[in-house]
C-alpha cells in the first residue's frame, strides 16, 4: 500500500514538472520572449520588404520621368536642317521640291491679296507670308500631328517588346513584329530599323537613327535602353517595363490635362471667332457700312491695328491654355 502511494506520489510529481517545463519555465527563462521578439523582427522584415520593392520601383519610374523631362528639353532646344524636319513630317519630299511648292503656294497667296486689295506692296507681302510661312507652318503641323500618333501608339509597341523577350524571343524578332503588325506611324519607323539591321547595323545603331525621324523623348530614351543594354547587358524588360508605365501614366495625365482645359479651349475659340461672324454678318446686312474699312486708309490703318492686337490675344489666350507636362 505504501509502495503504490509512493508510485502515485512519484508520477504526480512527475507530471507537475512536465506541465511546469511546458507552460511555465519558456517564461521564467526568457525562451517565449525571444522567439516573439524574432516572430515580431521577421513580419517586420517582411512587411518591409514589400515596401521596399514598390519604393525602388516608384523610384526608377520617377528617375525615368525626370530623364524623359530633359530629354524634351534638350530635344526643344535642338535645332534639325529641313530635311530632317521634311522626314520628321513623314513626307517624302526633297529640299528643292519643298522650295518648289514654297512658291507656288507664295505666288498663289500673293494673287489672292493682290485681287482684294489692290495694292501692290500689299501683294508682295502676300507672296512673302505664303512662301515663308504657310509652308512651314503646315510642315510643323504635319510633324506634330505625326509625333503625337507615334507617342499614342509607341507603348503598345514598348509592351509587345517586353512581352517578347519575357517568352524567350530575341529582341531582333520583337522588332520585327512590329514592323509587320504594328500601326503606323510605329510600323513604319521600326521597318526601317530592321531594314538598317539587314544592311549590316547593329540593333542599336539602328534604333539611335529612329531619333533623327522621331525627335521624341520618349524615342530617344528608348534609343538609349536598346544602346546600354546592347554594350553592358542588364534586364532590358524590366527597364522597358518602368518606360512603359511612365509613357502610359504621362498619356493619362495628358488626357485630364486635355479634358480640364477644353471649357477654356471653347470660350477662346469662341472669342477669337466672334469679332470674324459679327463682321460677316454686318458685311451681309450692309456692306457699304463695313466696307469703308479696307477701301479708305484710315479704315485699313484701324483694321491693321486691330488685326495685331487680335493676333496678341489668341496668342496670349493660347498660352494660357496649354500645358506643358
Known amino acids: 500500500m505504501e509502495q503504490d502511494t509512493l508510485i502515485i506520489v512519484g508520477l504526480a510529481m512527475v507530471a507537475a514538472g512536465g506541465v511546469f517545463y511546458a507552460f511555465i519555465y519558456p517564461y521564467m527563462s526568457g525562451e517565449m520572449r525571444a522567439e516573439k521578439r524574432q516572430a515580431a523582427l521577421q513580419a517586420g522584415t517582411a512587411a518591409g520588404k514589400r515596401p521596399d520593392r514598390n519604393q525602388e520601383a516608384a523610384q526608377r519610374r ?6 524623359l523631362k530633359e530629354l524634351d528639353a534638350k530635344g526643344k532646344a535642338k535645332k534639325y536642317s529641313l530635311e530632317a524636319r521634311i522626314r520628321q513630317a513623314g513626307l517624302d519630299w526633297d529640299v528643292p521640291k519643298f522650295y518648289i511648292i514654297s512658291a507656288v503656294i507664295g505666288m498663289g497667296v500673293g494673287a489672292l491679296v493682290f485681287y482684294m486689295s489692290h495694292e501692290p506692296l500689299y501683294g508682295l507681302l502676300g507672296i512673302f507670308a505664303g512662301a515663308a510661312g504657310v509652308p512651314r507652318w503646315l510642315l510643323g503641323h504635319l510633324k506634330k ?61 539602328s534604333v539611335e537613327r529612329l531619333i533623327e525621324r522621331v525627335p521624341t523623348p520618349e524615342a530617344n530614351f528608348f534609343a538609349i535602353v536598346i544602346s546600354l543594354q546592347q554594350k553592358a547587358g542588364g534586364n532590358l524588360s524590366e527597364a522597358l517595363g518602368n518606360l512603359s508605365r511612365v509613357l502610359r501614366d504621362r498619356k493619362k495625365m495628358q488626357v485630364k490635362v486635355q ?59 493660347k498660352k494660357m491654355i496649354n500645358f506643358n507636362m
Request: hydrophobic share 45%; charged share 20%; with cysteine.
Open 259 to 317: 479634358a480640364m482645359s477644353s471649357e477654356a479651349k471653347a470660350s477662346a475659340g469662341i472669342i477669337g471667332a466672334l469679332p470674324f461672324l459679327v463682321g460677316g454678318l454686318v458685311y451681309l446686312s450692309s456692306p457699304r457700312y463695313i466696307e469703308l474699312l479696307w477701301i479708305t486708309s484710315t479704315g485699313r490703318m484701324v483694321l491693321t491695328i486691330a488685326g495685331t492686337w487680335m493676333l496678341i490675344g489668341i496668342l496670349t489666350m
Open 62 to 67: 520617377k528617375q525615368v520621368a525626370e530623364s
Open 145 to 205: 500631328r505625326r509625333l503625337a500618333k507615334f507617342t499614342n501608339e509607341f507603348p503598345g509597341a514598348v509592351d509587345v517588346i517586353i512581352r517578347g523577350i519575357k517568352a524567350g524571343l530575341p529582341l531582333g524578332d520583337c522588332l520585327r513584329i512590329i514592323a509587320s503588325e504594328g500601326q503606323e506611324p510605329v510600323r513604319g519607323e521600326f521597318r526601317r530599323i530592321i531594314e538598317s539591321t539587314t544592311m549590316g547595323l547593329t540593333i542599336a545603331d
